[in-house]
């Protein structure tokens, strides 16, 4: 045998070997997941499914889907055009998308602050009185109470 294959066989002994002292548990929760059976996904990952409760979080994350300036720019929509408008649309769509797949209970997580156009937008679609702010040490308060 040469010394190839056998640095190849005692990697693989190895990585045996530290498979094994793996719990039975975890391994059955990450077949669970690579199966689909996670209760994460994304928002593109759920288009024509519904779920008794959602939590849909929405940041600044990803450049074309905009979703916290879509909410700020919303009650101007008429008056877009071109790319301002193609960009609107996309985020209004996913924002849809996450938000309809929601049978019961919907919550909404927007992990970034958001200008007072989007919250005023927000208001009202939801109301007031379903709008609340998390406070943290040294944060500013945004939005309802």
């Not at 779920?51 to 940041?59: G, N, P, T, W």
């Not at 909404?108 to 937008?121: G, S, V």
């Amino acid at each position: 045998m040469s010394d190839d294959k056998a640095e190849v066989r005692a990697a693989r002994s190895k990585e045996y070997q530290q498979l094994r002292q793996v719990p039975y548990a975890e391994l059955l929760a990450l077949n669970e997941h690579l199966g689909g059976g996670t209760p994460f996904a994304t928002q593109h990952g759920v288009k024509g499914l519904e779920f008794d409760r959602v939590l849909a979080v929405v940041s600044k994350g990803h450049s074309r889907f905009q979703i916290p300036e879509m909410l700020a720019i919303f009650s101007r929509r008429d008056e877009l055009m071109d790319k301002e408008l193609e960009a609107f649309i996309r985020a209004r769509n996913l924002f849809y998308v996450a938000c309809s797949r929601a049978r019961e209970d919907l919550a909404i997580l927007f992990t970034t602050k958001l200008e007072p156009a989007a919250l005023d937008t927000l208001r009202e679609w939801v109301g007031e009185s379903r709008i609340a702010s998390l406070r943290f040490d040294g944060d500013t308060v945004v939005g309802g109470e």
